[in-house]
């Protein structure tokens, strides 16, 4: 378990002696660290590892960083060994997230002067660009306008616009002639 001496000691046949000592070294094993984090679908993350000289991946590839954009939660299994020999086997886990899916629902028409309210759906946050940190957003937009709604869930996030159209203005008017007999 530590540096220890061994002596050992000859007999010859006429009873001669002589004795011989040899040191047995026990380095420590590296401490080897690795990284782990929780990522977005579709993104990527470098794994960092140190406490070794050289490094071995079970994925293929040697070096102190691995560039990884896995699909589904993986566990990266590395080994380092350091100058004496000695090697260390440490797991990292990159939990994948599932990416939200906003909708800010279907484009539509408004009468001039009128309002609406947008209803956005698909995440666990919401957030309307200029307006408020809710699913639900009442506009009264002057022109046609297109509104936008971040949806965050599990700290991953996706975007969806809608467009508010103002109509035309109706102008009524009467036909025909404005004079009848009686009855």
Same mark, same amino acid.
């Given at each position: #378990?530590?540096? *220890? $001496? +061994? @002596? &050992? !000691?000859? =007999?010859?046949? /006429?009873? %001669?002696?002589?004795?011989?000592?040899?040191?047995?070294?026990?380095?420590?094993?590296?401490?080897?660290?690795?990284?782990?984090?929780?990522?977005?679908?579709?993104?990527?993350?470098?794994?960092?590892?140190?406490?070794?000289?050289?490094?071995?991946?079970?994925?293929?590839?040697?070096?102190?960083?691995?560039?990884?954009?896995? #699909?589904?939660? *993986? $566990? +990266? @299994? &590395? !080994?380092? =060994?350091?100058? /004496?020999? %000695?090697?260390?086997?440490?797991?990292?886990?990159?939990?994948?997230?599932?990416?939200?899916?906003?909708?800010?629902?279907?484009?539509?028409?408004?009468?001039?002067?009128?309002?609406?309210?947008?209803?956005?759906?698909?995440?666990?946050?919401?957030?309307?660009?200029?307006?408020?940190?809710?699913?639900?957003?009442?506009?009264?937009?002057?022109? *046609? $306008?297109?509104?936008?709604?971040?949806?965050?869930?599990?700290? %991953?996030?996706?975007?969806?616009?809608?467009?508010?159209?103002?109509?035309?203005?109706?102008?009524?008017?009467?036909?025909?002639?404005?004079?009848?007999?009686?009855?």
């Amino acid at each position: #378990a530590t540096t *220890t $001496t +061994y @002596t &050992v !000691t000859g =007999t010859d046949g /006429n009873n %001669c002696k002589n004795t011989a000592t040899a040191i047995v070294v026990v380095n420590p094993l590296p401490t080897v660290t690795i990284t782990s984090d929780t990522i977005c679908f579709g993104t990527s993350y470098t794994i960092t590892v140190a406490g070794a000289n050289t490094y071995a991946w079970s994925i293929g590839g040697t070096g102190a960083t691995k560039l990884v954009s896995p #699909a589904i939660t *993986t $566990t +990266y @299994t &590395v !080994t380092g =060994t350091d100058g /004496n020999g %000695c090697t260390d086997t440490e797991i990292g886990v990159v939990t994948v997230n599932p990416l939200p899916t906003a909708n800010a629902g279907g484009d539509m028409t408004i009468c001039p002067g009128g309002s609406t309210t947008l209803n956005a759906s698909g995440g666990g946050t919401y957030q309307w660009n200029g307006g408020p940190a809710t699913a639900s957003y009442n506009v009264s937009p002057a022109l *046609t $306008t297109t509104y936008t709604v971040t949806v965050t869930l599990i700290g %991953c996030t996706d975007s969806d616009q809608v467009v508010v159209t103002i109509g035309a203005n109706i102008v009524p008017s009467i036909n025909g002639t404005s004079t009848i007999c009686d009855g």
